[in-house]
Every structure is written in C-alpha cells, then in structure tokens.
C-alpha cells in the first residue's frame, strides 16, 4: 500500500515536498516513480529512482527543478520540487516497481497510491 503526502498550492516560484511511505511491502526490493496527471490530461512520467536509491531519471519537463530520493529505512520515496511552474499543476502518484534500476515505463509499475494533488497558482 502506498499514501502519498505534503501535496498542496504554492505560488510560481515556490517549493513543495512530496512523501510517499510503503507499506506491507519489502520496499527496498522496488525501483519507485512519481507520475503526474495534469487537469484534462493523460499521466505522465516524472521520476524515478533505482532500489539503492544512487541512480535516478527524470522527464526533461522537470530536470533541474525536480529531486528524487528515498530513504529505505523509512520505506519512503520522496520528490522535492522547486521552481515550481503553473504547468506543474497536476495530481501526482507514486508509484512502485519490483526491479532493481529505475523505469520510465509505466507498465513497470505494479502499486500505486491514490496520489496527492498539487496546484501552482501565477
């Protein structure tokens, strides 16, 4: 089971933090991704992040602005996102995939938590 959390409204400009903790689950046997779907859009790949957690991918929409990480002790998956963009408005899910390097695929993924819905206001 996957529940993502800190999702909310920030400005253009700004910063949030999204949490994801799994549970029930050997989480350090899972690559984990964060997918976004924008209002009227399908879902689409933002991260990813090896099982080790030392080895990571992202769209080119965020590169740059957008951090990854996990912290397997604590069976969480964390996306930092800054600079934050009107066009990163969207409802954001994590994601978890029984593999070891990261995926841009999303058929990879066999968990998803219901998500946590973020909105950058200009």
């Known amino acids: 089971q996957l529940q993502a959390s800190g999702g909310g409204l920030a400005q253009a400009g700004g910063s949030l933090t999204l949490s994801c903790v799994v549970s029930?689950?050997?989480?350090?046997?899972?690559?984990m991704g964060w997918y976004r779907q924008p209002p009227g859009r399908g879902r689409e790949f933002v991260a990813s992040i090896n099982k080790f957690g030392d080895s990571s991918w992202y769209s080119d929409s965020v590169k740059g602005r957008f951090t990854i990480s996990r912290d397997n002790a604590k069976n969480t998956v964390y996306l930092q996102m800054t600079n934050l963009k009107p066009d990163d408005t969207a409802r954001y899910y994590c994601?978890?995939?029984?593999?070891?390097?990261?995926?841009?695929?999303?058929?990879?993924?066999?968990?998803w938590g219901p998500g946590a819905q973020v909105t950058v206001s200009s």
């Open positions: 029930g689950g050997p989480f350090s046997n899972y690559a």
């Open positions: 994601g978890a995939a029984p593999r070891t390097g990261y995926t841009n695929y999303e058929k990879h993924y066999k968990l």
